[in-house]
């Protein structure tokens, strides 16, 4: 179980391993490619949108590959890159901050993978099957209805694939932070980052099951003939915007909160502070998740809801304001008077704060119903959400990223390259959205493919463009980087930045069964508290024993594999319900063999432990 064991292990065995993995580190590292690879697709989508509009009337693209390529840039930044990266850090980080050996379902942790994976791979088959999805990231209908091909279909069953692999990893998460805690470890004190993704993982038990319904009447609608939303035949086209939004609006707090917990774990360490006002932090993100389900219809100010639906929820969004103000003061306090290291996952957490106060600011205009007439469907709103998912979500993914790499992989990414990719990617996000503002209040539309000369909106445009060029120059120093440093493959110790929390204890990368003996925590910032007291490592809270470990499994594997076979036959019909049959056979039979298995897992005995000799830290 050795890295050098892995080291010298061929190609296949490699394979085999994280095809059949329920370590939670592993799960981490796939989730890690899985999520990279989608956000580089997506950023090509991205660039591709860019060049079309760098000059009025271009003729880069046809209007309908526009179409399908702005709907799965958006599709995919979200559901495919943004999740997934965020559920790289969970996996990676969570149980090491809570003390636990692993989730408390590894095999349905795998699953989430598997799912995730499976449905973002059919839904990049529409490319090569007739076009993909074309009605828009939020596939409104009837337009999403009545869009011609499969690319919809793809993009309703692909999701839902996807989405049931979400729903098993949020449920997953909760169990494993109320039963899987160390002793010592009391709510009040978790680390920030496990806080926020509890909360997040609380928001998907209660916002995708909105999604899946709406996906699963949307299926039906166009491949079985019912009319759920075709007003004609007494359907109603507006349901399909509630049960959108009411996942959707939830979503964007399940992806930004754990970014605010990587803020939370990374100035206060390159602060050499505490955490300022730890329980007003607690606290406001419960009240951003409670207020995050009563603010879905702010996208709906247009619709003609009425005065009354309409202000009651302009005042709910003006409300989340203040708990997400409580965070930003907080951070700044958290600053105050701290030694300061400029490290750069710092820089990321320094250039977050006002980019994503930006984006807030933006949003406390949009929630006014009369002034959201205006903005609505302009490129106002763009550049406010993007202020706030690039700004927010993906600035608090890198900062994690950076941060946790040795703890992933043992291994220190260069500092100078990180401080080009930021500096990059952040000049280039701000020329990039910022002139956005503009252009929407001038009066140019999201989502049409051209715009037209004289009408003023040239330079901000290929400002936009020019900005969308360096934020792509900084993800390939990323890259870069990356390549660089595993194949140079310095290793560091369990506790590179001199950190404050339980996972740096451990050495980098962990072993497989995290800790050798449960960790006792004594306070808040357990292991500075040991720090401070001179100890250097964390007291164990039990005698060194036997651990007893899951058995890998290829079956998670099989389930998703079956979906996603099933999936094919469900949206082509006729000849092909021979696949649906196949693929559900796989899906029910591989359910079956595990329920049937009496896969008890297996001992790592105290012996074995006793020869690996200290394992604090590295």
């Known amino acids: 179980m050795s890295t050098t064991a892995n080291q010298k292990a061929g190609i296949g065995s490699v394979l085999?391993?994280?095809?059949?993995?329920?370590?939670?580190?592993?799960?981490?590292?796939?989730?890690?490619?899985?999520?990279?690879?989608?956000?580089?697709?997506?950023?090509?989508?991205?660039?591709?949108?860019?060049?079309?509009?760098?000059?009025?009337?271009?003729?880069?693209?046809?209007?309908?590959?526009?179409?399908?390529?702005?709907?799965?840039?958006?599709?995919?930044?979200?559901?495919?890159?943004?999740?997934?990266?965020?559920?790289a850090l969970m996996n990676a980080v969570l149980p090491l901050q809570i003390g636990?050996?692993?989730?408390?379902?590894?095999?349905?942790?795998?699953?989430?993978?598997?799912?995730?994976f499976f449905g973002g791979i059919f839904l990049n088959i529409s490319w090569?099957?007739?076009?993909?999805?074309d009605a828009g990231w939020t596939a409104y209908a009837p337009l999403s209805v009545f869009?011609?091909?499969?690319?919809?279909?793809y993009y309703a069953i692909g999701l839902q694939i996807s989405g049931f692999g979400t729903l098993m990893a949020g449920i997953n998460f909760l169990v494993t932070v109320i039963n899987m805690r160390a002793p010592g470890m009391t709510y009040m004190r978790m680390p920030l980052f496990t806080w926020t993704s509890f909360i997040a993982s609380v928001l998907i038990l209660f916002a995708f099951?909105?999604?899946?319904?709406?996906?699963?009447?949307?299926?039906?609608?166009?491949?079985f003939g019912a009319n759920f939303f075709n007003p004609d035949m007494g359907g109603n086209a507006i349901i399909w915007e509630h049960l959108f939004w009411i996942f959707g609006h939830p979503e964007v707090y399940i992806l930004i909160l754990p970014a605010f917990g990587v803020f939370s774990e990374v100035i206060p360490a390159f602060a050499k502070?505490?955490?300022?006002?730890?329980?007003?932090?607690?606290?406001?993100?419960?009240?951003?998740?409670?207020?995050?389900?009563?603010?879905?219809?702010?996208?709906?100010?247009?619709?003609?809801?009425?005065?009354?639906?309409?202000?009651?929820f302009a005042v709910a969004t003006m409300a989340i304001a203040v708990p997400t103000g409580i965070k930003i003061f907080n951070w700044l306090f958290t600053l105050w008077g701290g030694q300061i290291r400029m490290t750069s996952p710092m820089v990321w957490a320094l250039g977050f704060i006002p980019t994503f106060t930006i984006g807030g600011m933006t949003g406390v205009m949009l929630a006014s119903a009369a002034a959201d007439f205006q903005y609505h469907d302009s490129y106002f709103v763009v550049a406010h959400f993007h202020y706030v998912i690039v700004g927010g979500v993906v600035l608090g993914i890198f900062a994690g990223l950076i941060y946790w790499w040795p703890k992933m992989f043992g291994t220190l990414l260069n500092e100078k390259l990180n401080h080009w990719f930021f500096w990059l990617f952040f000049i280039g996000f701000h020329l990039t959205f910022f002139v956005q503002h503009f252009l929407g209040l001038m009066g140019m539309p999201r989502r049409y493919w051209v715009f037209l000369e004289d009408?003023?909106?040239?330079?901000?445009?290929?400002?936009?463009?020019?900005?969308?060029?360096?934020?792509?120059?900084?993800?390939?120093?990323?890259?870069?980087?990356?390549?660089?440093?595993?194949?140079?493959?310095?290793k560091v110790s369990g506790d590179p930045w001199d950190a404050r929390t339980l996972e740096w204890s451990i050495p980098s990368p962990p072993p497989f069964y995290n800790f050798k003996q449960e960790p006792l925590v004594r306070g808040l910032d357990p292991l500075w508290i040991e720090k401070m007291q001179g100890n250097g490592k964390i007291q164990p809270a039990e005698p060194l024993?036997?651990?007893?470990?899951?058995?890998?499994?290829?079956?998670?594997?099989?389930?998703?594999?079956?979906?996603?076979?099933?999936?094919?036959?469900?949206?082509?019909?006729?000849?092909?319900?021979?696949?649906?049959?196949?693929?559900?056979?796989?899906?029910?039979?591989?359910?079956?063999?595990?329920?049937?298995?009496?896969?008890?897992g297996y001992h790592v005995h105290k012996e074995e432990l006793e020869e690996e000799g200290d394992g604090s830290n590295g």
């Open 16 to 87: 085999w391993d994280y095809l059949t993995t329920v370590d939670h580190k592993k799960i981490a590292i796939l989730y890690l490619i899985g999520g990279m690879f989608f956000f580089l697709v997506g950023g090509l989508q991205a660039m591709l949108i860019r060049i079309q509009l760098i000059v009025p009337e271009n003729e880069f693209l046809s209007a309908q590959f526009y179409n399908e390529v702005l709907t799965m840039h958006g599709t995919t930044m979200i559901f495919l890159a943004a999740m997934p990266l965020l559920f």
């Open 100 to 116: 636990a050996r692993d989730v408390a379902f590894p095999f349905v942790n795998a699953l989430g993978f598997w799912l995730f």
């Open 128 to 133: 090569f099957t007739g076009g993909a999805p």
């Open 147 to 153: 869009s011609e091909g499969h690319g919809v279909d």
């Open 209 to 223: 099951p909105a999604l899946t319904v709406g996906l699963f009447l949307l299926t039906f609608d166009r491949l």
């Open 273 to 312: 502070k505490r955490l300022f006002g730890y329980s007003s932090m607690v606290f406001a993100t419960i009240l951003i998740a409670f207020l995050g389900f009563m603010v879905w219809a702010h996208h709906m100010f247009t619709v003609g809801l009425g005065p009354i639906a309409n202000s009651i």
């Open 455 to 490: 009408q003023g909106l040239d330079l901000f445009n290929l400002i936009s463009t020019i900005g969308a060029f360096f934020m792509a120059a900084g993800t390939l120093v990323f890259l870069f980087n990356i390549v660089k440093t595993q194949m140079k493959g310095e």
């Open 545 to 600: 024993g036997d651990i007893h470990m899951p058995n890998r499994s290829l079956t998670p594997f099989m389930i998703s594999l079956g979906l996603f076979v099933a999936g094919f036959g469900v949206m082509y019909q006729g000849g092909m319900w021979v696949l649906a049959g196949i693929g559900f056979a796989i899906t029910f039979g591989s359910m079956l063999y595990r329920s049937l298995k009496d896969d008890i």
